[in-house]
């Protein structure tokens, strides 16, 4: 259980502005109308770390290509911001950590 919990909080992402999101990633099954599955993406649950009530989370979709897949029209301009600045964040994390993995072999 406590591996777990360590697990669900490790992976942290701070966006430009300084606002840092929790994060989870877990595959996502995509399916069609009549529940075959078509794409297994995958799912990234963000929460934002505050100290207020007010509470910010959002789920993304990525393809194993890498590219972006929205599930959900945004509402507001602001969400689609953060959805933006999101996106580019883990986009450069991964990149990165591509780039040292393929320095240490």
């Known amino acids: 259980m406590r591996d777990s919990l360590k697990n669900l909080f490790n992976q942290q992402i701070i966006l430009e502005d300084g606002s840092v999101f929790y994060y989870t990633i877990k595959p996502y099954e995509l399916t069609n109308t009549l529940g075959s599955i078509i794409a297994v993406l995958q799912e990234y649950n963000f929460t934002k770390k505050e100290n207020n009530s007010d509470k910010f989370s959002c789920k993304l979709y990525k393809t194993k290509e890498g590219n972006w897949y929205d599930k959900e029209e ?32």
């Open 74 to 105: 945004t509402k507001t301009v602001e969400k689609s911001a953060i959805l933006r600045m999101l996106k580019s964040a883990i986009d450069t994390q991964e990149n990165s950590t591509v780039l040292d993995n393929k320095t240490i072999e």
